[in-house]
């Protein structure tokens, strides 16, 4: 029940459980560590990390970026047991009324290709995909450990 939900900012205790949900949600890949995703994202400015708690239990979680062009969205995640319930479309909400806030003009996001839900989901609340090509180049690889970085360089 999407009133019960509390949405609020991330503090460093739910660093534990919010990792473990993303890996639940099938999130994380090799090539992110989300533990550096997460401490990246708070060693920025403006930007919001926030989480969704039930029962004293988080159990959604949604990334908001602004980079003074485009709101992002990273990190969309609803536990399984709680899922179609609203809880997504009002993360979303949330995260729209901040970007709002800081007077942005528009959100964008990735959906991987193979994600059919999530492409559901969006269009469900709204979001129509645009006519563009995604491009990316990796500056870090995450999949080398911090530990064995030193050795490396
Ligand atoms: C995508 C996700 C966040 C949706 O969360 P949710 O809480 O289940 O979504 P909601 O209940 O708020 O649904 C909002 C709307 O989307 C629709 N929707 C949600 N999941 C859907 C699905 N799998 N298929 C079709 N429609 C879906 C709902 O029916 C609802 O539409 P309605 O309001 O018209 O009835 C959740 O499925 C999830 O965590 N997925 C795994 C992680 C992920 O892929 N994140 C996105 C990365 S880009």
Same mark, same amino acid.
């Given at each position: 029940m999407p009133? *019960?939900i #509390?949405i609020?900012?991330f503090?460093a &205790?739910?660093?534990? *459980?919010?990792?473990?949900?993303?890996n639940?949600?099938?999130?994380?890949?090799p090539?992110?560590?989300p533990?550096?995703d997460?401490? &990246?994202?708070?060693?920025? /400015?403006r930007?919001?990390?926030?989480?969704?708690?039930l029962?004293q #239990?988080? %159990? *959604?979680?949604?990334?908001?970026?602004?980079?003074?062009h485009?709101?992002?969205i990273?990190?969309? *995640?609803?536990h399984p047991i709680? !899922?179609?319930?609203? %809880?997504?479309?009002?993360?979303?909400?949330?995260?729209?009324? !901040?970007?709002?806030?800081? &007077?942005c003009? #528009?959100?964008?996001? /990735?959906?991987? &290709?193979?994600n059919r839900?999530?492409?559901a989901f969006?269009?469900? %609340?709204?979001f129509?995909q645009?006519d563009?090509?995604?491009?990316?180049?990796?500056l870090a690889?995450?999949s %080398?450990?911090?530990?064995e970085r030193?050795s /490396?360089s």
């Amino acid at each position: 029940m999407p009133h *019960a939900i #509390k949405i609020r900012d991330f503090t460093a &205790r739910d660093e534990v *459980a919010l990792i473990s949900l993303w890996n639940t949600c099938e999130l994380t890949r090799p090539w992110n560590d989300p533990a550096l995703d997460i401490h &990246r994202k708070l060693s920025g /400015q403006r930007d919001w990390l926030l989480v969704g708690m039930l029962d004293q #239990k988080l %159990i *959604a979680s949604v990334m908001v970026g602004y980079d003074g062009h485009r709101g992002w969205i990273n990190y969309l *995640a609803v536990h399984p047991i709680h !899922r179609e319930s609203g %809880i997504g479309r009002l993360l979303m909400s949330e995260a729209e009324s !901040r970007l709002r806030g800081v &007077r942005c003009p #528009k959100i964008n996001l /990735q959906v991987r &290709r193979d994600n059919r839900e999530a492409t559901a989901f969006y269009e469900a %609340i709204g979001f129509t995909q645009d006519d563009v090509v995604s491009f990316g180049k990796r500056l870090a690889d995450d999949s %080398i450990k911090e530990n064995e970085r030193g050795s /490396q360089s």
